[in-house]
């Protein structure tokens, strides 16, 4: 039996400890917001924080997951209102929305390590999650934003 | 068909609204315009809105989301013509039904065959509300006027709310079309602003739903192997392996294709499991025999060479204007240049995915799909029941491009749920994705020139070749369709004495589909990157260039160049080519990237193409830097378009900016390759897209007013930025690009 914190709440899975925690949030929990792009880490679209770090939901096992907690982007902030969501709205960010909630993920986790990102920093950290609607540039703008930097 | 009426309160809005709401439907017949289907196919468009009592306008979206913020911005046109309060306006997606007119959200047209629709929409509900205010008051309608949400009697200072109105509008005529009054463009509240979408909240916390999203209760998952090459079919499987797994219910098999292709499932072998996972790690255990079929010798070096060897003969003319033979048998000299585009593949990050349930001799389905009546089509053909015994919910889109308006996937989710009794739920894997694409065409071209003393052409030769699209609706369609010649191809409107466009024949292996932009994006790199190629031989700017070329503002509609035309003559009396607006977007663009003052250096270049799609005129400058190793950047990227009416400016220019990203991807990275009729790609580690650092770093939009007829802008962008790119590239190192992707030239 495997235990888990999922946005805050205690969880335990018994199923085939080697699916990918991506499956178990959408299939099994119904958390639907955490998408699958890829598969394989390339894509960045189940982007999630597991012990609050970024982490491809689609290669991490249920094992893997053991005893951590998840926050996915049902449970980033109560009202949707987390600052990187505040700023992906003033911007406009989504065209059809599906690579956001792995961005938004990714780049609450880049902030929290660097508060204050270069061009460079976003590049570096943004790079894994692909957005075939090309929104990289509101994406970088809003992570400005949210960070209080210069655009 | 033009007028308008209300429509029974037992019509198709029921579902939608109460009992009791007042419904108006705005019938309107219209001609296609550069769809991708049958020529000469009509279309009915329609669209319909209506009014609780408790005064909530209910905005039916008919076309789906994919990311351009239709299904926000067309109700809007309508909620301002109603001067409604948006926030008490309830959007409602419409299921796949031919009542609304055509659904399928592709080629660029929401708006330019809509817009209208749903302003008679909204003005025949203002004024059916002015008059149910003066009938109410027993005064002049003349007197009642509409203002936000509230009809006003200024006279007397009395007002009402839309609700209170709704039983005496239910008893109004609707007004005759003519007799409707429009708002004047100062009075918008919502048109031509930058209004939100109304899924941003949504999409910005994980609730929106997609069609990956989409459940049904009791659903079963599942995961298809089908053939690995097109066209094969299933000689024997043994799913022992597969069954053992926990969590596996059962194994299916589908029948394969008969002709004409079209839509239909690929067949194969589904493994049906507990869950998404279970389904893809099981098929894995299948043992398969496969018969690869005709295409099994399908090989995409040989096939290249094929197409480029095919475009150097003569082929079927599609254009022609003068005598280049005789000029060229005249010429001293003589320009030839050979351009590629291999495959590509639409790749939307959300793979195509389904639920559907059979149930009692019907389908009820969810589905990410552009096209759902396409979707019920399909699903009626495959599973032999009435096209109207199948319901078809859209949800939201992770990205189409083209691949959603084919909805194979929605089918295979019907066709199983069939065979086993239950819901089920298709996913594709990304590796499913790219394997069985409807992959746009590979194409090859040729390009022949003579100029006079100044560079200019005296006589222009172009031929394209590539696998039509017709071949998935009539077999061994060897030439291309009207409308992808259409696409950039016989509208060249270069201003040339003698100028032949031609065609070439080819065998197809593989399913050839639409993606954004279609033929475009190959014509416009073929002869933007010639016009660039001829601009340099003659050392000449190359905005003065292009612009010399494009010569005396004019409108053309190509009649006189050939009866070939006629159908695209047509078309073109409605928008005709207008070599003003588009001399126009090359200035823009020139102004605005201070083209003027930018003068190219070795490692550093800009480049500049222009092309006219969707009814729209697009010229863009490229700013690119190649560093000491080869690596390619995008500093900058000005695009100037000219759409004519736009409603929601950001939503235009995020479509340019995606539409240049977009761009930057099958210019630097894309390409679909087959061996043995198989593809070889299979994930994002080798068919790559543009993330943030390949992709332009700054993309300037600059939109140029117009009061002409609203054109497309998702698709438009796009077809400029290869030959842009690639000029750019010349410019910055004097290596001319023929053959996308650039990622196979070494640039250092
Ligand atoms: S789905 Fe996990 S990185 Fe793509
Ligand atoms: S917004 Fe569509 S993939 Fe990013």
Redesign the pocket.
């Known amino acids: 039996m495997i235990q888990l914190k999922v946005n805050g709440a205690g969880r335990q899975f018994d199923g085939d400890p080697d699916m990918p925690l ?1 499956w178990y949030l959408r299939d099994v929990l119904d958390m639907t917001g955490t ?13 999630v924080h597991l012990d609050g770090a970024a982490a ?4 991490t096992s249920m094992k893997d997951a053991a005893g951590k907690s998840v926050t996915t982007i049902e449970g980033l902030a109560a009202h949707g209102d987390h600052p990187v969501q505040q700023a992906w709205k003033s911007n406009n960010v989504p065209q059809c929305g599906y690579c956001q909630s ?1 961005q938004i993920m990714q780049a609450v986790a880049l902030l929290k390590e660097k508060p204050k990102p270069t061009d460079h920093d976003i590049d570096e950290i943004m790079q ?1 999650n692909i957005c075939r609607c090309g929104t990289y540039q509101r994406i970088r703008q809003a992570i400005k934003q949210a960070a209080g930097v210069k655009a | 068909m033009n007028t308008i009426n209300i429509v029974s309160r037992r019509g198709f809005l029921e579902r939608f609204v109460s009992a009791g709401a007042l419904i108006i439907g705005v019938p309107v017949l219209q001609q296609v315009s550069g769809a991708a289907e049958v020529d000469d196919a009509p279309f009915h468009p329609s669209v319909y809105l209506g009014l609780e009592p408790d005064g909530t306008v209910v905005i039916i979206a008919h076309r789906s989301e994919m990311g351009t913020g239709i299904r926000s911005v067309l109700p809007m046109i309508a909620a301002d013509e109603l001067d409604a309060d948006w926030k008490r306006c309830k959007v409602e997606q419409a299921i796949g039904d031919p009542k609304y007119g055509d659904q399928n959200t592709d080629g660029s047209c929401s708006i330019t065959n809509f817009h209208t629709a749903f302003r008679e929409a909204g003005a025949t509900a203002r004024m059916m509300l002015e008059n149910s205010a003066a009938l109410k008051w027993s005064v002049p309608a003349s007197e009642c006027h509409v203002k936000f949400h509230e009809v006003l009697h200024a006279p007397s200072g009395r007002k009402a709310g839309f609700g209170e109105l709704v039983a005496l509008g239910i008893k109004q005529l609707p007004p005759k079309k003519e007799e409707l009054k429009f708002k004047s463009p100062s009075e918008y509240r919502y048109i031509g602003k930058d209004m939100p979408i109304i899924d941003l909240e949504d999409l910005c916390t994980g609730r929106g739903k997609f069609g990956i999203d989409a459940k049904m209760p009791g659903m079963v998952y599942a995961s298809i192997e089908r053939p690995p090459v097109f066209g094969g079919k299933l000689v024997s499987v043994d799913d022992a392996e597969a069954r053992k797994m926990r969590g596996v219910q059962q194994t299916v098999t589908l029948d394969g294709l008969k002709l004409p292709y079209g839509f239909q499932p690929l067949g194969g072998v589904a493994v049906i499991a507990d869950n998404t996972w279970t389904a893809m790690q099981a098929r894995k255990k299948l043992k398969i025999e496969w018969d690869l079929g005709p295409n099994a010798a399908y090989e995409s070096e040989a096939y290249k060479k094929q197409l480029l060897d095919t475009a150097r003969k003569p082929g079927k003319v599609v254009r022609n204007a003068g005598d280049v033979d005789a000029e060229f048998a005249r010429a001293s000299k003589v320009h030839e240049a050979a351009y590629y585009v291999p495959l590509l593949a639409h790749a939307p990050m959300e793979p195509p995915a389904a639920v559907a349930e059979f149930k009692d001799g019907k389908v009820l389905a969810y589905a990410a799909v552009q096209d759902p009546q396409a979707a019920q089509d399909i699903i009626s053909k495959t599973l032999g029941i009435d096209k109207k015994d199948v319901t078809c919910h859209v949800t939201l889109l992770g990205g189409g491009f083209g691949r959603k308006s084919k909805p194979d996937y929605v089918a295979e989710a019907a066709l199983l749920s069939k065979k086993i009794g239950k819901p089920v739920k298709v996913t594709w894997s ?1 590796e499913d994705d790219l394997h069985f694409d409807y992959y746009h065409s590979v194409a090859g071209m040729y390009m022949k020139a003579t100029t006079d003393a100044k560079g200019r052409p005296t006589a222009w030769l172009q031929r394209s070749v590539f696998p039509s699209i017709g071949n998935m609706f009539a077999p061994n369609a060897d030439y291309a369709a009207g409308f992808e010649m259409e696409m950039g191809w016989i509208n060249v409107p270069y201003d040339i004495a003698n100028q032949r466009a031609e065609n070439g024949p080819v065998k197809n292996h593989v399913r050839i589909g639409w993606l954004r932009s279609v033929s475009n994006i190959y014509h416009a790199f073929a002869v933007q990157s010639f016009t660039d190629e001829l601009a340099a031989a003659a050392n000449r700017d190359r905005v003065e260039y292009m612009l010399d070329l494009l010569g005396e503002p004019r409108k053309m509609n190509m009649k006189e160049d050939g009866p070939h035309l006629a159908k695209a003559g047509d078309k073109m009396d409605q928008f005709p080519l207008d070599t003003a607006r588009w001399r126009r977007v090359i200035e823009v663009a020139a102004e605005r990237s201070g083209w003027a003052n930018k003068k190219s250096s070795p490692g550093h270049g800009f480049g500049i193409a222009s092309h006219w799609s969707f009814n729209t005129y697009v010229a863009a400058v490229v700013e690119v830097e190649v560093d000491q190793r080869g690596q390619l950047h995008i500093h900058r990227v000005d695009i100037a378009a000219d759409p004519g009416q736009i409603i929601n400016p950001d939503r235009v220019n995020a479509q340019f900016e995606g539409a240049a990203v977009f761009g930057t991807s099958l210019t630097l990275m894309g390409e679909i390759t087959a061996m043995d009729g198989k593809i070889q790609q299979s994930n ?1 580690h080798n068919y790559p897209v543009a993330r943030m650092s390949e992709a332009p770093l700054k993309t300037h939009v600059h939109i140029v007013a117009s009061n002409e007829a609203p054109a497309g802008v998702g698709e438009p962008g796009v077809p400029v930025m290869a030959p842009a790119i690639c000029n750019a590239i010349f410019a910055a190192t004097g290596k001319r690009i023929r053959e996308l992707p650039v990622k196979k030239t070494k640039l250092a």
């Open positions: 991506l998408k699958y792009g890829c598969g394989m880490g390339l894509c960045g679209a189940c982007t491809r939901s689609c290669s792995g894994g | 990304r994002f």
